[in-house]
């Protein structure tokens, strides 16, 4: 098989010519090579190749190329060339692993590195004339839209607990659920879900996020109950309404907080690390469906939140949305209230009263629709 077209291989061709002009090899490896074998865009390129790190480095100077060691006692140097940062890293293979980190060797061969990575088709290598090297079967894979694991699937989750949630993410991303998944993977991530305990916050959070980002994660949900595994990482969650809430999504903005809300469970900002806005984000879909109307919700919460909590409701109900009310939602988020503390202080002194006041007044307003002047709500104000 040949990669052809592909703007990210010939962007790469230059930092891979610095590599194989000395005799090197440089082999485009893992995400880039895989999503052009299924035909998706392509974010990130990693490198593979049989230089060790400190040559790496040197060469990348030489070239006047910016090189950083990010990672070189794990045998990764970063190259940065026209703005593009490419992790270029020395063949390795596993000396030693406990589950969450590996002591490595490096290697020249090709097949150790191939060896020590996860699922088949991500231990695809691409030349710079875009001829692809499947070590491992990894092409019938992909084509196949199966997802399995390098060899013994239990010694690769052994080798590292991540892997259970990168079987599910990559699951979702990727594969055809109506083919069901490999039954080798289900028994393997079934009796080792212990391993997850000792995983950290962010790395959950990070392949929890992707998952959630999948078009339609719901199969790859109701796998990782039916393991377990979702109960490990977030207890609590109910994956039952991530199917009908994708079917209505129909075109919405994908945004995987909805999908989380959907999802509930107990303490996610916690268990998966989010960050402060993705917190308060959550937070005002939550708050959202708690508040009298969606309309109210749309002018407190903001017109995203008000959305997500609109599709959610209807997902849990298995109703279509309503256009209407979408409208409103959005009409309702770009409403001002018009009354200001300025026009009443002449009869409320400022402080605790007058916030009570206006609080009441602009119940009121929403209570009308958001159709009561200033004047109108002036007349209203109780010294």
């Known amino acids: 098989m040949k990669i052809t077209n592909a703007k990210w291989l010939e962007d790469a061709a230059p930092v891979m010519a610095m590599l194989e002009t000395p005799g090197h090899r440089a082999l485009a490896v893992g995400g880039a090579v895989r999503n052009s074998v299924f035909g ?45 940062a490419y992790e270029i890293t020395t063949f390795r293979k596993d000396v030693e692993t406990d589950g969450r980190r590996a002591v490595v060797a490096f290697s020249t061969d090709i097949m150790d590195d191939a060896q020590r990575r996860d699922f088949t088709f991500n231990a695809l290598y691409a030349q710079a004339d875009g001829t692809v090297i499947d070590p491992l079967g990894g092409i019938e894979d992909a084509k196949a839209r199966r997802l399995r694991f390098i060899e013994n699937a239990f010694e690769r989750i052994a080798e590292d607990s991540l892997r259970i949630l990168r079987y599910f993410r990559l699951y979702a ?48 949900l109701a796998l990782m109950k039916q393991t377990g595994v979702l109960a490990r990482v977030l207890p609590g969650a109910d ?43 959550l937070a005002d879909i939550y708050a959202a469906m708690t508040l009298p109307s969606l309309t109210e919700a749309g002018y407190r919460r903001g017109e995203a939140a008000a959305i ?76």
């Open 239 to 281: 994956a039952q309404f991530i199917g009908p809430l994708v079917a209505i999504e129909n075109g919405a903005p994908l945004r995987w907080l909805r999908r989380l809300a959907a999802l509930g469970g107990e303490a996610p900002a916690q268990r998966w690390r989010l960050s402060k806005a993705e917190a308060k984000g």
């Open 40 to 84: 998706v865009p392509v974010a990130d390129v990693d490198i593979a190749t049989d230089a060790l790190p400190e040559t790496v480095m040197a060469l990348a100077k030489d070239a006047g190329f910016r090189a950083i060691p990010t990672g070189i006692e794990h045998g990764t140097v970063t190259v940065v060339f026209r703005g593009q």
């Open 308 to 383: 997500d909590a609109l599709l959610v409701q209807s997902a849990s109900i298995n109703m279509p949305v309503d256009p209407r009310l979408v409208s409103q939602i959005k009409a309702a988020a770009a409403e001002v209230f018009p009354l200001k503390a300025p026009y009443v202080m002449d009869r409320i002194p400022p402080g605790k009263a007058l916030g009570q006041e206006l609080k009441r007044l602009e119940t009121l307003w929403i209570s009308s629709g958001f159709s009561l002047s200033a004047a109108a709500l002036d007349k209203m104000v109780k010294p």
């Open 173 to 220: 991303q990727y594969c055809d659920p109506m083919e069901g998944p490999d039954m080798e993977a289900i028994a393997a991530i079934s009796a080792s879900i212990d391993g997850l305990d000792g995983l950290s916050a962010e790395r959950v959070g990070a392949e929890m996020r992707k998952l959630l980002n999948a078009p339609d994660p719901s199969a790859s």
